[in-house]
């Protein structure tokens, strides 16, 4: 099992322009989640999902959309990027009979926003 | 890559010593507390867990122990290891939220030898 793949793993975007970040995992995990980490901040939570076809807001939501059209992908998009959103993103899942608060995550997405 | 910045706390201990990361979480209401690891260039990886019923709770060479008095949470490592060096994340949430974690802003662990 691949676990949680995130694609792709580095982006350099201009402002104004549009991308999406995917998600998938391969352990039909029913939750899933977009974080982003910044300096001196830890991880704050984007979006996320309790399963497919569902959204919600977290933390930090603005300038983002998400969908989960499929069980096992979780897509990010910035419609216009801006320099506060260059980060490291990361994916998580999570399976309902799994601990609490035990999530998987994928090993990041690196975006810069000049 | 590196995965977080440069204004960590940072613990440096021996090989061989505990360590102890200390945490202050933000909110009261919080139930159920978490710790992460993450090495540099990967996403964290879920250590132990405690619930707010709970003041101390073991794992393999990890001790988390949980003061709801004061809003403080602890993650002790016995014989520390070179591979225990990363940054350590505690997180909080409220069963029942969708395991909504809020992370606190992490200390990094230097292990010298």
């Known amino acids: 099992n691949a676990g949680v793949t995130q694609t792709p793993k580095f982006r350099v975007l201009k402002t104004g322009q549009s991308m999406t970040l995917l998600c998938a995992q391969d352990?039909?995990?029913?939750?899933m989640y977009w974080y982003r980490q910044d300096p001196g901040m830890g991880l704050r939570l984007i979006h996320y999902?309790?399963?497919?076809?569902?959204?919600a807001k977290g933390e930090v939501p603005d300038g983002y959309n998400v969908s989960r059209l499929k069980k096992q992908n979780f897509l990010l998009g910035l419609e216009s990027a801006a320099p506060s959103q260059t980060s490291v993103y990361f994916c998580?899942?999570?399976?309902?009979?799994?601990?609490?608060?035990?999530?998987?995550f994928g090993e990041g997405s690196r975006l810069t926003v000049l | 890559g590196e995965s977080v910045g440069l204004h960590l706390p940072t613990l440096s201990v021996q090989e061989g010593d505990n360590s102890i990361i200390n945490c202050a979480y933000s909110?009261?209401?919080?139930?159920?507390f978490i710790w992460y690891k993450q090495e540099s260039g990967k996403g964290p990886q879920f250590i132990i867990d405690?619930?707010?019923?709970?003041d101390k709770r073991q794992g393999q060479r990890v001790t988390v122990l949980l003061n709801k008095t004061v809003k403080h949470l602890s993650l002790q490592i016995a014989a520390t290891q070179p591979g225990d060096s990363a940054v350590y994340f505690c997180?909080?949430?409220?069963?029942?939220?969708?395991?909504?974690?809020?992370f606190g802003t992490g200390t990094r662990l230097q292990v010298t030898l």
């Open positions: 998580a899942s999570r399976t309902e009979t799994s601990r609490t608060g035990e999530l998987f």
């Open positions: 352990m039909n995990h029913e939750y």
């Open positions: 999902s309790v399963g497919e076809g569902t959204t």
């Open positions: 909110n009261s209401a919080s139930d159920y």
């Open positions: 405690i619930r707010s019923n709970m």
């Open positions: 997180a909080e949430t409220l069963t029942g939220t969708a395991s909504k974690l809020t």
